[in-house]
């Protein structure tokens, strides 16, 4: 019953959210992150973005479970990746819905994203780790990013995009590192029941942006509200609005904050509509996204990644978790029983029967035979105990067994 009640937790503390978007970044930036000065390039091997340069991110998924529902499926990872790929390239089929307002400045970002082929030691891998964890869940605080503490460690964040699915405790659907943190940490947190679009996805969030919104954080990008009232995420060309906007909200929607008419671009990834109801970044979300990777950029290394060449592989793969099979208790049988005369103790499940002491008890509690076993199936001959019930006794403490005995 434990084990049932532990699960139905986990299940409520991470799947039974709110039906608005939630994202964490801004209060992690707020309180846990620690911005480093560092720039990580590949020194001697810098260089510029070309122009209109598609940059290919390799990304590589630890997938934290300690439910199989939480073990997501490779194609569920695979329908993230796809939605990235669409969402960053413009090329997602809603995009039409971007009102006509805002269609101008509506952005291919020429950014993209690719499963890893190889490890930082070289080996091959699908960019997909599967570590069991025996934590019902997580906390916003970075444990999900340390095999000590019940998660993952990190890839070297210089050459991939580190994203860990697990279950994240209260409403929260993923946080974010914004760019120029500590190296271990960076990357991105998503709950792994608004991963993707195909398996264990749940509406509203189950269209994968979710992930498109958190990497544009891990981008540089900020909410579209700055996070304070009629505040500014430091892009010029998305309107100055009040606050987020959530559910679906009909075009236009206008505050006394609104610049114009045309209101909120409430349909930008870094609001909080739901995943149906976003379709766009805009030209100036793509240039601070993409600045990131110019010479001198806290990303500039990713240039020169080559994280998704499977040539550069060699050996094996890294071995998967997988959820521990609970070994069945080591026990000890009796045969026959009743027993006229001769007796044997049968381990059963790895029971180790050598060197313990065998005793029989009368039903008074009194010992009335003993023997230290001395082999794997132990024999006793019980022909001068009196007819009767007995209690046979192998070990002691912990790893005592008791069973019932009959002697004719
Ligand atoms: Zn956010």
């Known amino acids: 019953m434990r084990s049932f009640f532990s699960l139905f937790c986990a299940m409520a503390i ?8 939630t994202c964490s970044t801004e209060q992690y930036a707020r309180t846990i992150f620690k911005p480093q000065s560092q720039v990580s390039v590949d020194r001697g091997r810098e260089r510029d973005t070309i ?19 939480q073990n997501i499926s490779d194609d569920q990872v695979l329908s993230q990746i796809q939605v990235l790929n669409k969402d960053f390239r413009r090329l997602n089929a809603d995009a039409v819905n971007t009102p006509a307002a805002f269609q101008s400045i509506a952005a291919d970002s020429r950014i993209m994203f690719c499963l890893a082929q190889v490890t930082p030691e070289g080996r091959p891998t699908k960019g997909i780790v599967r570590r069991y964890t025996d934590k019902d869940f997580f906390l916003g605080d970075d444990a ?15 050459k991939y995009l580190n994203i860990w699915v697990c279950c994240l405790f209260g409403r929260s659907l993923g946080y974010a590192t ?4 500590q190296p271990d ?10 991963f993707g679009t195909r398996g264990i996805v749940r509406a509203p969030f189950n269209l994968g942006r979710t992930a498109t919104h958190e990497i544009g954080h891990w981008l540089g990008l900020k909410h579209l509200w700055g996070d304070i009232s009629c505040g500014s995420d430091d892009v010029d060309d998305t309107p100055r609005q009040m606050g987020y906007n959530y559910g679906c909200p009909s075009f236009p929607h206008v505050t006394s904050c609104s610049e114009n008419g045309n209101g909120d671009m409430f349909m930008n990834f870094m609001d909080f509509s739901d995943d149906a109801c976003m379709n766009s970044f805009s030209n100036g979300q793509k240039r601070k996204m993409r600045s990131l990777f110019a010479l001198g950029g806290i990303k500039n290394s990713f240039l020169n990644s080559f994280a998704c060449d499977s040539t550069l592989a060699s050996g094996g793969p890294i071995p998967d978790d997988t ?12 045969y026959p029983n009743p027993v006229q005369s001769e007796v044997i103790i049968q381990p059963v499940n790895d029971y180790e029967l050598i060197g313990k002491v065998c005793s029989i008890f009368n039903v008074q509690g009194k010992r009335v035979f003993q023997q230290t076993c001395t082999s794997a199936k132990q024999k006793m001959n019980l022909s001068d105990l009196p007819s009767g019930v007995y209690i046979l006794q192998v070990g002691t403490g912990n790893d005592k067994r008791i069973q019932k005995l009959l002697k004719l």
């Open 144 to 158: 999900m990013k340390y095999t000590a503490a019940g998660g993952d460690d990190a890839w070297d964040s210089k």
């Open 178 to 181: 914004p760019p120029g943190g």
């Open 185 to 194: 940490l960076d990357g991105v947190v998503i709950n792994f029941d608004v």
């Open 14 to 21: 991470c799947q039974f959210a709110s039906a608005q978007r």
């Open 51 to 69: 122009p209109n340069e598609i940059i290919t991110i390799p990304v590589v998924v630890h997938v934290i479970f300690k439910t199989t529902e």
């Open 323 to 334: 959820i521990p099979v609970a070994k069945p208790r080591p026990e000890i049988m009796l």
